[in-house]
C-alpha cells in the first residue's frame, strides 16, 4: 500500500482511499480530496514533516501524519 | 393575494438584510468594502474573518444590512469561525444569501454553493474575482450558469468594483421574486431515492418551509437539524426503515459505508458538469504558475527559514532605522509645545499638570509613532501577499515539535501587533486545546504597544547600529521563550493527542496599496486615538499621585537651604535632591517603596517598579510613567534633555536587561486581558495566566539579572 508520504516532489498520482473517519475526512473531502482525485507533491517541508500538494488548482498544506492516511496510485 | 401585510410598513420593506457566505479568503469582506464604506479586515489567507460583523448601507430606496461571516469549507463545524457561520444560517433571520464565489477556482467553490442550495432561502452567486479570471484567462458564462443551475449569477470583481451594481440589481430582484427553484441534480440512483421520500412526504402533506426535495437531500446526507425536526413528527416511525433502505442503497451505489462521502462525491460530480458547461480557459496554463515559482523558493526546504528570518530581521532593522528619523523633530516638538504653552500658564500646579503630566506621557507615547508605522507595514504586507501561510507551513514542523498547531502561527504573528486580534483569531484552530495553549502564549508575542519601551531602552544603552540587531533579539527571544512555555504547558497542563493540520496556501498577490495604507491607517490612529484619550488620562493618574501630598516642611526645609548658598551649582543640586524627596514621598513614591523589596531582586529602582505596575492598563504607560516620572524628578531637565538619556544614566545596564525580560513576558494589557478570558472561556482562565506570566516573567528576569552582572 502507497500513501501520499510516499510520494516525492513532482510525483502526480490517484486517491484510491482515505483511511480516516470524522472531521478529518470531511475537511479533506471539502478539500477535494475523494475517490479518483489527482494531486500533485509540490514541496517537503524540513525534515519532511508538512508537505504542500496541488488538488485541482488549489495548494494544501498537510502533515506527514495525514498524508499517511492517504492512500494513493501512481498514474 | 390581496390580504395586506400588516408588518409591510414602508420603512422594513426596503429594508433587506443579507447574509455574505462562501469559502474561506474568497473576498467577502472586501466586497462589503466595496459596495460600502466599510473598512473590514482584508488579508490573503484563510480565517480573515472570525466573528460576524453587520454592515450598513443604502443603495437607491433600499436600505441594506449585510453581515460579513467567517469563511466555510463545508457545512460542518470543523471550526469554532465556522461555526459561528452555520449558527448564523440556520438560526438566525435574514432575507437571502449572497454566495461569494472564487471565479478562478470555481469547481471547489461550488462544493460549499451546492451545500447552500438546499436551504430553503433566496441565494445569488457573486463570482468573484473576475479580474483574476480575465488575466488568467478563464472566462465564465454567467448567463448560462445561472440558467444552469436556477439561481442568479453575478461577475463581481471587488478589487476593480466592477458588476457591484449589477449584484446589488440581482439582490433586489431575487429579493421581490418568488424563491428559488435551484436546479441541483444528483445521479439516477441517488435521484430515484430522493423521489421516494418526497413522495411519501407529499403523500402525508407534511408541512414545513423548506421544500420537499430539500428535506429528502437533507434526510440522506445525515443532516443532523433536519433529523432532529422530524425527528418528532408522527411520520418518522414510518419514514425511518425507507431511509435506511435508501442510504444503503446509495452507500452500495458508490462502493463506500460513509454516506457523506458518497453525497460529497455525488456534488463533485454535478459540480464538474456545471463548470464543464460554463467555464472555458483559453490557453492551457504554462506548467508552473507564478505562485508556484514563488514558492519554489521561499518554502525551499533548505532556503526557506533562513529567507523567513532574514525578512524579519530587516524589518526591525528598519524599524529601529527608518523610525528614527523622524523620532528627533517629534521629540523637539513635544519640548517646544510643552515649553510654550507652559510659558501662558501662570499656576504652577496646573502647569506642571500640563506639560510634566499630559504632555510629557502622551509625547513619549507618540514619539514611538513612527516605528509602529513601519511594523504595522511590515504585518500588513505579511497577511496581504500570502507569505503567511507560507511561513505556517515552513514552521509547522518546528512548532510540532513544541506541541503548537502550525496554524497557531497566524495568531502568534497577529500578536505581534496586538494581542487583541490575536485573542480572536486563534478560532481558527480547531481544538480547544490547541486555542488555549495558543492563547496562553500569545502574550509572549511582543505586541506593538511594547515595541516602544524596546526601542527606548535599545536606544538608551546600543549605539544606533546595534539597537536595530537589539530588537530583532529581542522579539526572537521573547517567540522562543514563548515555545519554550508552550512546551511546558504541552507536557503538563494541555495533555493531549496531536491534531490533524490541513491548511489551503492561497495564492500570492500583490498588495495594493490602498489596502496596505488604510490598514495601517487605521491601527495607527487606534494607536494615536489611545495616545490622546486613555494614555492622556493614565499620565494625568500619574502626574496627580506622584505630584501629591505636598510635603511644606521637606519644601521650607530646603528652600532655606537654598537660599543660603550663593553658588548657582549648589542651588541646582539641592533643588534636584528637594524634587527627588518630594517624589519619593507621593503617592506614587509611596506604591513604589513598598513594592520595591519585591523588585529588588531583579534590579529595580521604586521608579521601575512603579512603570512596570502601571504597564499592567497598557504597555504604553510604561514608556509614559517613566517620562512622567524622570520629567519630574528633575533628571530630563538635570542634564540631558530625553528619556533615553536619562534612562541610560539612571539605570544599571543589567536591570534595563531584566526589565525587558518582565516586560517581554508579563501580562500584555487590561484590554487584551479582558478579550483574553472572553476568547478562554472562563474566568479562572485568567487566574491561570495572571500566575503563569508573573512566575515565568520574575523567574526569567532574575536569572537574566544576574546573569548579566556576572558576565559584565
Ligand atoms: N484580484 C482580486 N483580489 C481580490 C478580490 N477580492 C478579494 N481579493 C483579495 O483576496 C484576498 C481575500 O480577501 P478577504 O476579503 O479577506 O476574503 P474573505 O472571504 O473575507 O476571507 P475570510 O474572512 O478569511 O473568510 C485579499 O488578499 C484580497 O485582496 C477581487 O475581486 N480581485
Ligand atoms: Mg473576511
Redesign the interface.
Known sequence: MKTLLDCHKACIVKVIK?NT?G??????????I??ETVLEV??????K??I?IKV????????A??AQLIEVQKI | MNIVDPKACPITANHIKVALVGQPNVGKSMLINSVSNAHLHVGNFSGVTVDKTEVLFDYEEYSFTVVDLPGTYAFTDYTIEERVTHDYLCAEDYDIIINVVDSTNLEKNLQLTSELLTMSKKVVIALNMSDEADKEKILINAEYMSELIGVPCVRVSAVTKEGIGALIEAVIKKHENVRNKPKLFFSEPVEEEIAQIVWYLDKHRFDSANTHRNIAINLLKNNKKTYAKLHDEPIWTELQPILIEASKHIELHHDSDDIKEAFAEEYAAFNRGIVAEVVKQEIKQSKRTTTEKIDSVLIHPIFGIPIFLFFMWSLFQLTFEVGAIPMEYIDAFFIWFGDTLGATIANDDIRSLIVDGIIAGVGAVVLFVPNIIILFIGIALLESTGYMSRVAFLLDGFFHKFGLHGQSFIPLVTGFGCSIPAYMSARILKNDRDRLLTLFIIGFMSCGARLPVYVLFAGAFFSPEMAGNILFIIYISGALLGLAAAKILKLTAFKGLDEPFVMEMPKYRLPSVKLVWHTVLTKTMMYLKKAGTYIAAASMLIWFLSNYPHNLILEESYSAKISMTAKAEVKRDLQYELDEALLEQSYLGRIGKFSEPIFAPLGFDWKMSVALQTGLAAKEVVVSTLGVLYSLGGEVNHESTSLMGAISKNISFASAVAFIVVIMIYLPCLAASVVFTREAGHIKYFFYLLLFTSIVAYVMAFIAYNLTLLLL
Open positions: 482515505l473517519k472531521d478529518l475526512k470531511q475537511r479533506l473531502i471539502s478539500f477535494g475523494m475517490k509540490l514541496e517537503h517541508a524540513p525534515g514533516s508538512t504542500e485541482g488548482k488549489m495548494r494544501i498544506a498537510l502533515r501524519q495525514e
